[in-house]
Structures are given as structure tokens and as C-alpha cells.
């Protein structure tokens, strides 16, 4: 099918730096037309793995990117895939009007109308300099010179990183209305998770290095199952293996993985965890080594 | 396929040119400005002096035209020394410059490889950057000539430069000058890769890191051969000293004319061919290779160690 085309091909990916190991030997995939959500802690590899997809750094294993070998192809690879690992990463000697020239002489899928479409709505204008913007226009900029290029891959670690609310919401909304299609792919980290849930289609958690989830969101709701446990109940809810536990404003939360939903309704108020509680859940706790949903 | 093509270098070699705009040319603008602005107030204001301590001209044997032809052609050996400098912190710096402001991941994301971006880097310091300090000498070179006009008025022997410059003569002077800057240049290619490869290991500290490995080279071989001399320095002395060598051979020859205005471009038909033949054509190639050698090693750092 023309959708499950495979945009990124990850099997047995291992990082060291020196004698740490950052990532332990990681597979998953990313077809095309899905919005990735790759979810972590600080240091659980989230980077280390985006920048061997992007072929920045060496690695053990093999990824493949658009069938290529990105630490080999990553000039060719970027003709097909943009990137922002840092807002503040514009060379701050250009003013915009020079680095939109720039783009447009040297990447042949960079449309300079469409970026001026994104910059448009924000007061940026051509003939300043980039190091007199602001952090938000700053931001601004680079997302509208990446939205404005025809990729088919979209990388995003932590685009938003250090803006406000109002921004972030403006850039989300912006980026599944006017950039993704069914032909594109992104792959996103964050750590304002609850604020991409709604866009996102799939979700990989890491954890110290290894993946303890990578399932589609419809998955996700089918085998987790977030129950407000009844006071009467929390004895029969405890001998079902919850796999997180917390208690918020004199209430009982449970997460429990792979109960049907009629055992779950028995003990209490059930719902769909929050990516946020999931991520909580999968990460606190330790025994959990799911990897991929079956 | 690969997107490196004519538009793509030179827009990169724009990006060279706008990031190291004050090197080239802003401080030469600045230099020119306050040489012209101080004689034109030592002349508005000391004129009587300047009338008097230059007089010593009006006895000499030499004509206002001979004059400012001389003081062309030193002016434009001072502006390749100016440029010579620039370079090497141009290129100790501009291999390193992407990493600023976290650029690095910025440049890594465009569809240019390391090696494309270092060969760029390379051509803007031996093309751009030296055709800029040549219109900079011209432009002095007509502030100069302007001078001469104005000296003129109360030199009288000066007042000849109006009538005998013309621009055939200035074309002999300009022209040769750019085939001793070209020819100096790609002789100094290694030095350059040298210090632009030592940029991309210890960035900012490439110069005293180069000129503490010469230093170094000099003393173990001294030490190895217990004489000051050796193959590691005679081979440092050519490659700084050839082209100053090679020009005081060609200008101290008996068969060659230093008259810039034999008539049409017999001056530049002397010198090209006379400086030519003084270079070593085999220290030449063999500097270029090593050069190369250099940059390919600096853009496979480039890629595989310098992390995003």
C-alpha cells in the first residue's frame, strides 16, 4: 500500500561514546504519512538516535533513511529531509532577505514563497539581521525555512524548546494544517508531550537507551487502560498488576496494560492515559521492557 | 544526485564573502579612508610644511609619473601582505566559523557535503577574497593618483602625472600584480590548508598551534642533526620565501625592463613570462596536493567528529 511505504528502516542501532553505550542496539520504523512522537527522558539517546538517522554521527547497526546509508549519504539525504536540532542554530551573520537567497541557490526544494507565506503573520521583515531577533522570532524563522522546503522526512528535537505557549500551539497547528500530507513523515521529540499528542499518530518511548514503546495511538488505546478505582475496588484493581499507581487529590489512578475493558469498568471510571501519564507510567515502571506492540 | 553546481558555490562563496566582510572589506575601507582623510588635512592644514619637506622631490631625477607608478607598485605589495595575513586567519578561522552560534547544525542540514563546504571555504580565500583586496588597490591607486593631482598644483614637477598616466599603464601594473598574487597564492595553498586543517582540530588557536609546530619542526631537527639547517627548514624557508625570491630575481635581471610604459603591454609580456619561469613548477604541484590532502582530512573530521 502506498502509505506503508517505509521512510526509515532502524535495525540493531547502537551508540557508544567511549565506554557508555547511549543506545542498545534499537530497531523501529517509520512509514510514510505518520507523525512520530519519540519520547524520553534528558540523555535516554532520543538525540543520538535522530542524529544517526540524519547521518551526523557514526553508529553500529543498519539505518536506512529513503533507502539510503545516512552517515554516508547525508548531503544527498538532505535534499529529502529537513531538520531543526536547536532554534538557536541560524548562522547569526546573515539578515533573513541573505539566508533565504541562500536556500534558494542551494537547496532544490526550498520554495522561497512559501516561506515568505510562514513569515508573513510574524513581524519579521527581510532586511535585519538574524542576530538581532528575538528567541521567538528566531524560532519563527527557522521553522518557516524548514516548512518551506518539500521534504519528505521532517526532524524536529525539541523545536519549541524555551518558547511560549501562544507559539507553540501556533506552530503545531500550523505545521498538520498547512505542511503535513500524506506523502511526508515527522518524527518529533519534546518534552511538552500533552501539547503534540493530538497530532501525534504513533508514539516511541526510550528509556536508558532501549525503546519501551513504539505502538500506533490506536494500539496505545487498546492496550492501555487508565482506571479512576473506585474506593471499593482498589484491592481487586491491585491483584490485576497495574503498572503505575498514583493517587491525585485524594483519588485513585491506576494504568494497566492489556486488561479487557469489561474488567476494567468493573473497578472504576475508565479512560484512554495521556501520553504524559503513559510516558510516566512506562518509565517509572522498571520492570516494563514491552518494546513493540505485537 | 548531487546538488553541487555553479549556483550552489556561489552562493556559498557569498556567504564567505558577507561573513568575513569586515576583514576584507571593511578594514581596508577604513585604512584607505584615514590615509586619504589625513594627507588631504596635512595638506589643507601644513600645506607651506608639505611644500617644503617635499621639495627634495622637485630635485630628484624623477618625474611625478615615475613617482606614483613606484608608489603603485609598493602600495600593491603592501596590500599583498595585508591580504597574505588575512588569509591565514581567514583560513585559520573559516574552517572552524560554522561551528559559531551553534550554526553547524544549520549548514549539516543543507544538501552540501563537508568536502563541498571546505573546497568552497578554500576557493573564496585564493578567488574572492584576493580580487576584493585588488579592487581596494585600485581604488587607493585612483585616491593616490588624485593626490598626485592636487601635489601637483604647488609641485610643479608633479604636474606631469595628469597628462602621462593613461590606462594601458596602469593595466601593466594591475595585471602583473594579479599573476604574482594568483602565482603567490597557490603557492602558499599548503600553508593554508595547514592552518585551516589546524583550525577544525583547536579552532581559535590555530595560529600560535601552527606557528608552534614550525617552531617544533625547526628545533627537533636541530636537535636530530645537530646543525641549524636541514631538509624541514629549507623546505619552510622555500615555501615562505619563493615568491619575494623569484620577484627580486626577475627585477634584479639585467635583460628585464622595469618601464611600465615601454608602450602597450610589454610590461606584463616581460614579467609574466620572467616570473614564471623563476617558480619551481614541481613545489608548486606537490604544495597543491598536500593542500588537498589537508582539506580532505579537515572535512572528514568536519563530518565524523565534530558533533552535532
Redesign the interface.
Known sequence: MQLEETIVKVKGLSKKFGNKEILHSIDFSIPKGRIYGLIGHNGAGKTTAINALLGLTSYQGNVSVLGLEPFKNRAKLMQNIAFISDVASLPRFLKVNQILDLMEDVHPKFSREKAKQFLAESDIVGNVKIKSLSKGMLAQLHLAIVMAIDAKLLVLDEPTLGLDITFRKKFYKRLVEDYMDENRSILITTHQVDEIEYLLTDLIFLRDGKIVLDANMDEIANKYTQVLVSPDTIKKANTKNPIFKTTQMGQNIMIFEGLNIEEAQNLGQISTPSTSDLFVALMENKSSNIGEIK | ???FNL??I???L??EF??HKVAFFNVPAIIISIVTITIIFGILVNGNEWRVKTKYISNMDISGFDLFNTIYAFSIMGWLVFLLLMLFFYFASSFSA?R??????????????DL?IMSVKTLAGLIVFPLTIMLWSLVAALFTFIIFLVLGAFLPVMSDIGSQTNFVTLLNIQGSALVFIAITLLWYLPLFGAVGLLGTFVRGWAVPAFILLLLLGKILESIFTLSNGGYFSDLMSERFGAPFEAISNVFSSPNFSTNVDAGGFSFIGNFVPAYIAQINWIGMVSGWLVAAIFIFIASEYR??RI??
Open positions: 544526485m548531487s546538488n549556483k550552489t556561489k552562493a556559498l557569498k556567504k558577507i561573513e560554522d559559531k552560534d551553534n550554526a553547524l547544525l544549520f549548514w549539516k542540514s543543507l544538501p552540501i557535503s563541498q563530518r565524523r558533533q552535532a
